[in-house]
């Protein structure tokens, strides 16, 4: 699609693009890691690989052993 444009159409969609980032509130990386950080630690109780899956309801669990003879 790019191909089919001119130099100026192109130029013209990347200062649309431009000004919709703009607008995008901001923060500081200060507060945003905070916030993540705590979101991560209060859903680590719930995370299955963090604390594992229980053996009766692990899907991927060996149905049986193989025997070769």
Do not use: H, Y
């Amino acid at each position: 699609m790019a191909q089919d444009l001119s130099e100026k159409e192109l130029l013209k969609m990347e200062v649309e693009q431009l000004k919709k980032e703009v607008t995008n509130p901001r923060a500081p990386i200060s507060k945003t890691g905070k916030e993540i950080k705590d979101f991560v630690e209060a859903q680590a109780v719930n995370d299955p690989l963090l604390k594992g899956i229980p053996e009766d309801k692990n899907p991927f669990k060996e149905k049986g052993a193989c025997v070769i003879n």
